[in-house]
């Protein structure tokens, strides 16, 4: 039947032509977006995956900038360490020369306290933004590392936590150590108390619940020919091997500063313990557990004052063959002190520029990931725009003639 108020034919032709132009609009838009999905409503799951991954992105970003400033402050202090073990090598040479007797050792000793201060002044310049690791006196809890912020670490249940690569700083300042006020207890236990025998080592144990941040330890150098009692106060992360190994440089400078005679003690650090051993025919020194001492921190003045971990260079005086004689004892442990820091920071730089490959790496998988997921298929769109071209001509042809039906009525009334 044939109606002049109402054209089915026009109708769906009407129909078919918007849904055309509706998927024409579609492929238009990702053409020029770029992308399949460029809102949630054109699919709310997948728009919201990408979300998540594209927050993920940013953060990488801001971690990469966050890598490349630690990066560039371990670098900073590598470098400074670097320097430091090579003016150290050189002050060595100044030493070793003025074990000689016949050597102007004033001299000399100009040379070295010249030295000691451009360490002193590489120390206070390796900074960057602010931030010297080579300087870690602090007794504050925390304050003898840095964290460098390293990576998002995103669960299974989409929370996220962030990780942190730790930087430890290293002391090669010169500040002197203090005790504060307050009594020393017995801070180790010895192998055996009384006469060392002859030939005879005998070995005190620091005890690890003493080492806190800011206790003061303090070995008797005058049993074997020293002039007292030698300070150390321990610094955040310090062990008992490290504490050992500065009281054992401590005393041996001591000695030989005193004139003491070398050989008949030897004295050394061996994980964690600081090993005697009677080089005399006879039995020696009487040893007891109060040589070896520790005061906790206190506060205010009170506190020990942690010394810098190049404090025995402010003491090197080669102007005397005792002088010369303490310093060429300290200076190896300086000088692996320098060594230790540079190579410890050679470490966490070289960690951080493997972290910051890596994210950097990561973040670009994330955006392909992201990409297959919301990105348009160009060439699949471009086809389509051109069939979706031809069907919407095609659909104005169809709908022109659906319009026209209704006059061929015309002709039945003539």
């Known amino acids: 039947m044939s109606s002049i108020l109402t054209n089915a034919s026009a109708m769906v032709a009407l129909q078919t032509l918007n ?169 180790a236990t010895i192998s055996a108390a009384g006469a060392i025998g002859a030939g005879a080592t005998e070995a005190y144990t620091i005890t690890p619940a003493n080492i806190a941040i800011g206790t003061a330890f303090q070995f008797d150098a005058a049993l074997f020919g020293g002039t007292g009692d030698m300070l150390y106060v321990a610094r955040e992360g310090d062990t008992a091997s490290d504490i050992a190994s500065a009281l054992v440089a401590r005393t041996n400078m001591d000695r030989a500063g005193n004139g003491a005679a070398m050989g008949d003690y030897t004295i050394a650090a061996v994980n964690g313990t600081i090993e005697v051993t009677n080089n005399t025919a006879a039995a020696g020194a009487t040893l007891a557990a109060a040589d070896l001492e520790f005061k906790a921190t206190g506060v205010g003045a009170a506190a020990n004052t942690i010394g810098g971990g190049l404090e025995l260079l402010g003491d090197l005086d080669v102007s005397s063959a005792n002088g010369a004689a303490a310093a060429l004892e300290a200076i190896e442990f300086l000088t692996q002190k320098s060594i230790n820091a540079a190579a410890n920071f050679g470490t966490s730089e070289k960690r951080l520029e493997i972290q910051s490959e890596f994210v950097n790496k990561l973040s670009d998988s994330l955006r392909v990931g992201i990409g297959a997921l919301v990105d348009a298929n160009m060439e699949e769109a471009s086809a389509r725009l051109q069939a979706l071209q031809v069907q919407q001509q095609l659909g104005i042809q169809s709908l022109s003639i659906a319009n026209q039906a209704p006059q061929s009525i015309l002709s039945l009334f003539r």
């Open 19 to 187: 849904s055309i132009n509706k998927d024409l609009a579609m492929t238009q838009s990702e053409i020029s977006t770029g992308r399949s999905i460029a809102s949630a409503k054109d699919g709310s799951a997948i728009w919201a995956i990408s979300q998540v991954m594209q927050s993920d992105v940013d953060g990488f970003g801001a971690i990469s900038d966050s890598l490349a400033l630690g990066e560039s402050t371990v670098a900073v202090g590598r470098n400074a360490s670097e320097s430091v073990t090579s003016l150290l090598n050189q002050a060595k040479e100044k030493i070793v020369a003025a074990q000689e007797d016949n050597v102007d050792r004033s001299k000399l000793q100009t040379e070295l306290a010249s030295l000691r201060d451009q360490i002193n002044g590489i120390v206070g310049a390796a900074q960057f933004n602010g931030q010297n690791l080579l300087s870690n006196a602090s007794q504050t809890a925390g304050d003898g590392t840095v964290d460098v912020l390293a990576s998002l670490d995103r669960a299974a249940n989409g929370s996220v936590s962030a990780a942190s690569i730790t930087v430890n700083k290293q002391d090669l300042g010169q500040v002197d150590s203090v005790a504060g006020t307050g009594a020393f207890a017995a801070g």
